[in-house]
C-alpha cells in the first residue's frame, strides 16, 4: 500500500463515524505545527495560501495550486484534503483533467465548488454545476486512488443564500459521486442541522470562521467534519497587521509582549 492510500483509507476512516476537525494550514510550517497539536487530517485554503505570497484568494494559478499540494502533503504525516476552488477551469472535461493532476500531488481529499468569480452570475447553472462535480468523481475513479470528493455548493458565499436551492445542488452533487457535502458560510444551528438531514447520511463539512458553534455542539447536530477556510491565517493576518501598525503609526512595540517560542514548535525531543 502506498503512502497516499494509507492517507485515503485513513481519511474515510475519519468520516465514517464521529466529528473531526480538520484544521486550515496556509503554509508547510502552519501545516507541521497544526499535525504537532494532534489533528488527524488537514485542508489547504486557497485564501490562505493567496495571502502568503501576496494575492488575494481565487487569483492563484493552477500550478501555484498543485505545487502548494506537493509541499503541504510532503511536509506531514496526515491526510490533506484540497481546497482546489472550481478546479481552475470552467468546462466539465478540463475540470477532470486538472483534478487528475491534484490527485497526483498525494493529497487524501478534494473539494470542487460551484461559484464562478462572476458578480453578476456568481455560481454556475445547476446543470453544469453538477456535471463538473460528476467528471471530478470520474477522474478520480480512473485514477484508482479513492480520493474523497467533496461537492462545494457557494451560495452563501457568493450572496445567494438560498438554503433550498443549496440543499438541491448538495443532494445532486451527491447522486453523481461527491462523498462528502460542503456549503460554507451557514451562520445558524437551524441551517446547519437543515443541511446534515437532506444528506442522507453523507458525511456534512461545517465551515466554522465565527463562534456560533462549537465542536461538540456540531457534533450532536450530525456534522462529521470541521474546517475553518481561511481564518487562521486571518488570525495570523491580524497579529501581524496590528503589530506591524502600531509601528508605523506611533514607533512602539507592545505588540511584542508575551510572543509564544516558535522554534519550540519545531524542535523535537
Not at 502568503?52 to 502533503?73: I, K, P, Y
Not at 476552488?85 to 490527485?103: D, I, K, M, S, T
Not at 503609526?249 to 514548535?265: C, I, K, M, N, W
Request: net charge negative; with cysteine; aromatic share 6%.
Amino acid at each position: 500500500m502506498s503512502v497516499q492510500d494509507e492517507r485515503v483509507e485513513a481519511f474515510r476512516k475519519l468520516h465514517a463515524e464521529g466529528c473531526f476537525v480538520m484544521p486550515n494550514p496556509w503554509d508547510v510550517g502552519t501545516a507541521v505545527a497544526l499535525e504537532e497539536m494532534g489533528f488527524k487530517a488537514l485542508a489547504t485554503t486557497s485564501a490562505g495560501h493567496a495571502w502568503s505570497v501576496g494575492r488575494a484568494d481565487n487569483q492563484l494559478e493552477l500550478e501555484q495550486a498543485l505545487e502548494h499540494l506537493r509541499a503541504v502533503c510532503s511536509a506531514v504525516e496526515l491526510p490533506v484534503n484540497a481546497d482546489f476552488e472550481g478546479g481552475f477551469a470552467v468546462e466539465p472535461q478540463q475540470v477532470a483533467a486538472n483534478v487528475r493532476l491534484a490527485v497526483a500531488t498525494g493529497i487524501a481529499g478534494i473539494s470542487i465548488e460551484d461559484s464562478t468569480d462572476d458578480e453578476d452570475e456568481p455560481l454556475y447553472g445547476f446543470e453544469l454545476a453538477v456535471e463538473r462535480v460528476r467528471v471530478a468523481r470520474q477522474a478520480i475513479d480512473e485514477t484508482g486512488t479513492g480520493v474523497l470528493l467533496t461537492g462545494r455548493s457557494e451560495g452563501f458565499v457568493v450572496g445567494r443564500p438560498d438554503l433550498e436551492e443549496t440543499i438541491r445542488r448538495l443532494k445532486a452533487f451527491a447522486e453523481v459521486g461527491a462523498d462528502c457535502l460542503y456549503a460554507p458560510r451557514l451562520t445558524t444551528t437551524e441551517q446547519v442541522s437543515a443541511v446534515v438531514a437532506a444528506a442522507s447520511r453523507k458525511p456534512v463539512n461545517l465551515l466554522v470562521n465565527e463562534p456560533f458553534i462549537t465542536v461538540a455542539e456540531a457534533a450532536s447536530l450530525g456534522v462529521r467534519r470541521i474546517s475553518v477556510g481561511g481564518t487562521l491565517a486571518r488570525t495570523a493576518w491580524r497579529g501581524f497587521l496590528v503589530a506591524a501598525q502600531e509601528i508605523a503609526d506611533h514607533g512602539t512595540f507592545s505588540s511584542f509582549d508575551g510572543l509564544p517560542d516558535v522554534d519550540a514548535v519545531f524542535t523535537k525531543p
